[in-house]
């Protein structure tokens, strides 16, 4: 018997676009390395213009080039090429924003080849050993992950009004440039950074170093000294446990005056809300080093717990999401 039915076929799209998702990325990758984009900072160019500035075949610039333009990153007007807005600010290296070349480049050379091991890595919910037959250079990684942390520090100080607080405290947070945008968008602004090994102060733009202190302590078990009208936990709870996570709370309590705002930063999972990005990003952190995205209700939870009242959160743009919280 025939198992042909006269119903409309369900849209296999869907699962197309994401199973071809490696080949954009792939795409992407090789954009940025030939350096399609850079050579579009200047003005639109024609497939033949753009192969000559890139150096590579006319036949790959327009596979590359149409790549990029349906996944809406280039343009294509009047039989000339030119960035979207996104690809004009973080892959051209212009100043002013984070150059994301970097992180894509670390994307492709170190977490690309890794994830083939992914499903392992399911199985036992832990990471995957690295290949360190073809080892791939410290800078390589530093300066990607330095890159997407800076992205993520630019995207918080967009969404979240840094005006209101004049004492700000970062608790053991993976990038400094956090406070270090705070206080470009507001000049009463001073910040601590609080870290067991905290960066060189150098490593601070030199317009805000009179507003940037350090401070070497490890948060969940050293005090810290000071009191702040803001407490920021950034990329802290993925890399810590439960009760570590607790511990750090606990200690932005004791800092914080009356009234005072936490804002925890990280990536969370939801499935509720639909954002694809978090558990995209946990599955990144399971496979290469293990550390956990935790549910957001989880860290509400913790929150509750630790004398902080949730107030909203807030989703950043291709960064992590921020909880906010005020004290109870």
Do not use: C
């Not at 025939?2 to 296999?12: F, L, M, Q, R, Y």
């Not at 979240?160 to 700000?168: E, L, P």
């Not at 470009?184 to 950074?193: D, G, I, K, Q, S």
């Not at 599955?283 to 509400?300: F, S």
């Amino acid at each position: 018997m025939s198992s042909h039915t006269t119903a409309t076929a369900a849209d296999p799209s869907p699962i197309v676009n994401v199973a071809t998702g490696f080949m954009a990325a792939k795409q992407l990758f090789a954009a940025g390395e030939v350096g399609v984009f850079a050579a579009l900072a200047d003005g639109p160019l024609t497939p033949a213009e753009l192969a000559g500035r890139t150096g590579i075949p006319e036949r790959s610039a327009r596979i590359l080039a149409d790549a990029m333009a349906g996944l809406g990153l280039l343009a294509f007007d009047g039989g000339r090429y030119r960035n979207e807005a996104a690809a004009d600010a973080y892959l051209t290296g212009r100043e002013g924003a984070p150059d994301l070349r970097a992180f894509l480049t670390f994307w492709d050379q170190v977490s690309y080849p890794h994830w083939r091991s992914y499903t392992d890595s399911v199985r036992a919910a832990a990471p995957s050993p690295f290949d360190t037959s073809a080892p791939v250079g410290e800078d390589v990684f530093r300066d990607g992950v330095t890159a997407y942390n800076a992205l993520h520090a630019l995207m918080l100080a967009e969404h979240y009004d840094f005006g209101a607080h004049t004492r700000v405290a970062d608790l053991a947070g993976l990038s400094v440039e956090f406070v270090v945008q705070a206080a470009a968008r507001n000049p009463r602004l001073h910040a601590v950074f609080v870290a067991p090994d905290p960066p060189d102060p150098s490593s601070v733009d030199e317009r805000y170093r009179d507003r940037v202190a350090f401070h070497t302590a490890d948060p969940r078990t050293d005090p810290v000294p000071g009191r702040y009208d803001l407490v920021l936990l950034e990329h802290v709870a993925h890399r810590f446990d439960a009760d570590d996570n607790r511990a750090f709370l606990r200690r932005a309590r004791e800092i914080v005056e009356p009234g005072g705002r936490l804002l925890l930063v990280d990536f969370f999972l939801d499935a509720a809300d639909g954002r694809g990005l978090d558990p995209l990003l946990a599955g990144e952190y399971l496979v290469v080093d293990g550390t956990v995205v935790h549910p957001e209700d989880e860290a509400r939870g913790w929150l509750a717990e630790t004398g902080w009242r949730w107030l909203e959160t807030r989703e950043l743009p291709g960064s992590p999401r921020a909880l906010i919280a005020e004290t109870v």
